[in-house]
């Protein structure tokens, strides 16, 4: 186990603007279209940068289920790097990051396709480049902070979080908090070993900050007591989307195809709901 890095700051200004992307999971193709869709242009350096220097925030789950975790990995570790975006943790991103430090986790449900494909890239490039990936990409996803305030004009306007957020724990840290940033409010595991979630958005008293949060895949965008859910499940072929703020739109790209390799995802269980 090695030193864990000191997590980056929580707060993002928004008085440029600022563009908030669901969760990837490897579908880097959806997610370099979405950045087009959204005005971001490749410069000569190879980063992507907005001509009125807007901010580009991920809710976490880059990794995993998707066909190109490592491009992902290597697009945030340049561009956060650069200062030109940031990403909040997330339960993917926190399994990959304490098998990159060497504990001993399973990799499971899409983890795994992350360790086939850094085996394959030091096959093609080498151990000492494969090595500077993993330690580069241990360091982007253990510093990530649990949510991200945002702010405009010193005001808090938006928290984006991976799976949600009590209001009484925005701005704190401890492990309850991080705990419920990346799994949600949860209540058990049902019979199917699926986790029971209670809804906490539902449950939620106030509307103001605005929380965007992800984790947990619907066919469409949801809003409800001043939350927006922006994970519209791109992995098992559904959307990519992002919320733009302050404009208060949101923008997605479908996906090319169901990448999961499931059938039964959480997509086709809110079809069969209908």
């Not at 864990?4 to 563009?19: C, E, I, Y």
């Not at 289920?65 to 490592?70: A, E, F, H, L, V």
């Not at 019979?191 to 619907?218: L, Q």
Request: aromatic share 8%; with cysteine.
């Amino acid at each position: 186990m090695r030193h864990k890095p000191q997590t980056r700051s929580k707060v993002l200004s928004a008085d440029n603007g600022v563009d908030i992307v669901g969760d990837v999971h490897g579908c880097y193709d959806e997610f370099i279209e979405l950045l087009k869709r959204l005005g971001y242009e490749q410069t000569r350096d190879g980063t992507y940068r907005h001509p009125h220097g807007r901010k580009l925030l991920s809710l976490g789950d880059i990794t995993s289920r998707g066909p190109y975790s490592i491009q992902m990995l290597q697009f945030f570790h340049h561009h956060v790097t650069a200062g030109l975006a940031e990403m909040v943790d997330s339960n993917h991103g926190w399994k990959v990051a304490r098998w990159l430090d060497g504990r001993p986790v399973t990799l499971a449900h899409g983890d795994e396709k992350v360790e086939e494909e850094i085996r394959l890239y030091q096959q093609e490039y080498g151990p000492k480049k494969a090595s500077l990936l993993r330690e580069q990409s241990r360091r982007l996803l253990f510093s990530s902070p649990s949510h991200m305030i945002i702010k405009r004009n010193e005001k808090i306007v938006v928290v984006a979080v991976h799976a949600g957020i009590r209001d009484d724990y925005i701005g704190m840290d401890s492990p309850a908090v991080y705990t419920f940033c990346r799994y949600g409010d949860v209540a058990g595991t049902g019979p199917d070993g699926r986790p029971i979630r209670r809804e906490w958005a539902k449950e939620r008293k106030v509307t103001s900050p605005i929380i965007v949060w992800g984790h947990d895949p619907h066919p469409e965008p949801k809003r409800k007591n001043g939350t927006i859910n922006i994970d519209q499940g791109c992995v098992f072929g559904g959307m990519l989307t992002a919320y733009r703020y302050p404009e208060d739109e949101l923008v997605s790209v479908p996906a090319k195809r169901n990448y999961s390799g499931l059938t039964d995802t959480p997509l086709t269980r809110f079809k069969a709901d209908d």
